[in-house]
Each structure stands twice: as structure tokens, then as C-alpha cells.
């Protein structure tokens, strides 16, 4: 029996690749999450491998394949790309489907997304050059931490007394955190205020008008930094299930509306 | 490789002008010029900012060098970024302007693309005196007070208002008394007496190649646009050195009849325009061919800027010398106030039919960056248009991120797209 048709979307991000297959109802059928590296095109089709046995389904079967991402021209299987700001909003659309402001905390990026009541983008931001607020932050900071990233969460959520960094700069926040470590402060207040930290880099992007929802594998891995940005901005924030696969679900979309 | 295949995209390519062809050539003419006479010591050379004086300095015979043209030329050949840190050694901050560090890095490295560019030439030509005019910004002063050490040669200026409102006479009055002050000491510089009726007619041919290269300019206000942004920034180079001269006159001419052959037959600078884009702020100078391709390959024509636009004089009067070309440089779009600013900038919106908006926050030029202080979320508002901001430099390549750069141009690109339909 002829298998049903299903489509692929891929997000090669500078930390991690994210392959998501709906099916014609746009049900998420399978995905698979890796290490980028340094081949991305050998990293998407590894991910694509996965991805497509937890879905029970075989290459055949994809209609239409969209890339997005640092690494979207990388993807030899993809037949177009689209930017990962597109591919966000249009994942997010699907689950939330009504006016949003999106906050995405990537790798290497953040992206802060508005969109209309029709899921029109009207507009977007990403971070300036700096990595602060990113998942590098995070990433830096644990190295210097001598924790793992897994271990972050946790400890954040321990914290009794937090520290405030204050600094723009990943560099400058490392020394602060170095200046913490020698006066002797407790590792989750600092873990804590490594957070606050990202947050604030966030907030001062973009104001948030509309609902607010919140993805990114920084956000699929650290649910303590949202409810703390709840507690920051004093409002709810949606969190789709997959927070990480939002722009390979995206991505799969266009596959599926842009069908050759 | 399995599966679906990657299409192959057809990338819209900008069309050349034939006429760029004239605007190099008197681009070579006029630093050849300027060369021997740098080697002869006669005529005398004066170094004039960008939007300075140069009537004067051209009614009183001096031939005139431009050091802003010379720092974008070493942006553009891509030489900037090396030599920017040899003046940040000096004192001289990577955060200020990074035309001044660039240019004052190559002089002390003994660098100049105009020695790549035109055969013969080996150093940039030697001032008698350096004019500067602060309505650019501050930076122009301490730029040319290095160079005016270097060379032992006298440095003159003209402080402007800037967050100028309305212009009132007073404005006027004040700015043609500093011009008129620096006849004496230029005289005493030239060995020549000053002569009105020369700086008349000079004043009349600044005005008339201003004329051109606002008519230029404005001819991409037709579907498709004939003319881009990026083609600007390389033709405008007659408008800034060349101003008060019969031959730039001539050369735009020539271009101008060509724009309106291209806009009879309904030809476009890009292939297939889709998308009309503003571009507010300096070129980047290092990615001008990326961020021209980037551009056309998304079928995004970047066609108007208020960069290009800035070499408009439309006040210069020919039988009120002074007071009219006190006028036009105060009427300048960098001294004006932040209404006045957005005022301007909403009407070009308007003439040019747009799209959308590019602004560029270039670190090192705060004068030339007007996203700093909410302009693009007011003129948002005000008009309907989506606008974007890219983070990046006039001259300093450390400053950029070509990927962030692409990302964001992209799904600009599609939000008009989507937008559209």
C-alpha cells in the first residue's frame, strides 16, 4: 500500500539542526535534534534519517522539502530555503494563531517577531552583534561556571538571593561572574543572574505588545527562564510543545504551501 | 544527493551605465590634476570637507582635494579595516568616525588606493590649506587639524548650526560672515585677490550640476527604477569633487540622457523589480557589490537614499553668492532637526514610491545614523511602510556580520513578499 505524503522542514542553527515531518494535516510525525558541527549538510541528513523512522515514513514519501537556519544553503534535499525568521513565525502561527510578539533564544541569535492577527509578520528584530542574550552566553558562562549546560536549570530554580549582572558584553559578564565566584556568592544565585542577565538582553529589543510566546532550544532546555520572564514582564508566556522545532516546523509549512 | 534538489536561482544581476564610464574619467582627470599640481606646487591645493566651501576655494584658483571622498575610496577598495588601526595606536578611538581613522592609518602606512586606481600616481597631493565646514560632524576638524601639523599648513573652518528647525535669516547670516572671513587668509594663501564675478560663476555651475544630480537621482522615481543606490554612490563622485566645475556638469549630462532612454524603454537597473527600497545612512562602503547583489538577487531594487541626495544644493544663487550658499549648507539634511529630518524623509518615501525602509546604524557615524532616537518606528507609524535596521560600518569591516547582515535582508525581503500578497 502506498504510503500517505509528508512533508520536511530543516533548521540548520549555528548550535544545533532540527529536522520536523508533518503530515498532510500538519501533524508533527517525527523530528530529530543534533549537534550542527561542522558538516552541516552530513548533520541534516543524519537528522533526516531519524527523523523520518520515528515517522514510520520514507524518503519517497516527502513531497517537499524547505530549509532554514545559518546552514539552510547547506541542505542538499531541500528544495528552497527560507529565512529562519519566517520559518519561526510561521511555526509559532500554527499553534498560537492569533496576534504574537515572539521571542526566540537561539544559539547564536535571538529574534523577537511580531505578527498580525492573520499571521502577517509586521515586523522583526534579531540581537546586534553581540552574543549576550544568546545560547553562547549560556554556554560561556557555564564553562566558566565549571557546570554543565543540563545542570543550569536547576540550579537557577534554587536560588534564594540572585545576583545582578549588568554588563552588555559576554566578556564583561564573565569577569563579573568571576568577581561573584571570589566573593564567595552561591553558584545558583549567580546561575540565577546569568539568566536575569539574558532576559534583560531580550526585553530591550523589542517592546512586547500582544500575546507573548517563547521558543528556542535555550527555551526548550531552561524552563526556569521563562516563568522567570513571566514574573519580569508580569504576563503569561506561551510556550509551544516543541519549542525547540518551531522553525523546522515552519519551514516544513512553507514545504507543504509551496508544494511544487 | 537524494531527493529534491536544490533550484538553481537565476540571480537578477544591476545593469552597468555606459555613462559610469564619463564619471571615471573625470575621476581620473581630476586626481591627475590634482597630482601635478601636487608635484609643481602650483596651482595650489586646498583640502575642503565634503560639503565645504568649495566655491570659494575653486573662485580663488585653488584646485580641490577631497578627504572624505579619499577614506570612502579606501572603504570601497576594501583597504580601510587594516589601516584603521594604526590611528587607533595614535589615540585616535575605534568608536569615531572610521573615514578619519581610516585615511589618517593609510597616510601614516603610506597607502592610497589612488595609486591602485590610476597609474602614476603614488601619494595624495599635498594641501596649502585645509577648509573644513563641522555640518558633516565634528570629527572633520580634528582630521584636518592632524593633517594641517603634518603638512604645516594653515587649517580655516566654518562652524555650522546643527538641530536646525526652521532656517531663519539669522542662521544664514552667521554662516555667509564665517565664509566671507575666510577670504582674507585664503587670498594670502593663493597670491590671488578675490574676485566676485568668478565666484559667481562658479556658484552658477555648482548650481546647475546640483540641478543635474537631483534630476539624476530623482529619475528613479519611474517603474522600474533606472538607477540604484549602489550605481549613486560610485556616479555621485563629479557631484562631490567635481561641483563648480563645466566638466561635471557635462558629465551628467550624459548620464541623465541616458536614465530617461532607460525609462522610454521602460528598463529597469535590475532585472525585474519587485520590491522598491530606501536606504538611509552611509553605503557600506567594503560590501557594496555584496549588498548590490544581495539586493538584486532578492529582485529588491535599492533605489533612492538620503546618502546621494545630500549633494543637492537647490538654494545656490549665483547673484547672492554667499548668503545663498550659506543657505544650501544649512539646509542640509545632516544639521537639520529630527522633524525636519522625518518630514524629508516621509516625502522621499512618497517620491520614490518605496516599499520599505533600510537604515544603517553605522558604528562610527552617529551624524549619518538616524535610527538611533525612534525615526523608524515614528515614520512606521506614519506611513504603513516596514522598515530595518542593519548594524555595520562606513569603513570598518570589524563591525559587521555579513550573516546577520543576509538573514535579516532576507526575511525583510519575504515579510514584503508575503506582505504583498
Redesign the interface.
Known sequence: MKSKPCYAGVDVGASRTKVAILDTSKNLIGHAVKKSGTDFTATADACLILALKMAGKK??D?K??VSTG?GR?N????????????CHAKGCFLYFPFATTIIDIGGQ?NKVIKLDRSG?????K?N??CAAGTGAFLEEMAMRLDVSLEEMNGLASQSKNMIKLGSFCTVFSATEVLENIRQGKNLPDIVKGVYYSMIKRVLEMDALTEKVVMTGGVVAHNAFMVKMTEEMIGRKILVPDYPQLTGAIGAALYAMQNKP | MWGHVMSDEKKPVRKKLKAASEASRFMANYYHELDAASQKGQPKIAWCTSVGPAEILRALGFLVYFPETHAAMLGATRMSTELIPEANALGYSPDICSYLTADIGAFLRGVTPLSRIYKGIEAIPKPDVLVFNTNQCRDVQDWFAWYGKKFDAPVLGIYTHRNVGKITEAHVASIAKQMQELIEPLEKVSGRSFDLDRLKRVVALSRACSELWRNVLETASAKPSPLTFFDGTTLMGPAVVGRGTREAVDVYKILLAELNDRIKDKEGAIEDERFRIYWDGMPVWGRLRAHSDLFSGLKASVLASTYCNSWIFSALDENDPFNSMARAYTELFIVRSDDEKETYIKKMLELFKVDGVIYHDAKTCPNNTNCRYGMPQRLEQQTGLPSLTINADLNDMRMISDEQTQTNVEAFIEQLEENQT
Open positions: 524518503k519517497s516527502i517537499n522539502t545559518y544553503k541542505v542538499s534535499f531541500a528544495r528552497d530555503t527560507k529565512t529562519e525568521i519566517g541569535d502577517k509578520r509586521t515586523g522583526f534579531m546586534r552583534k
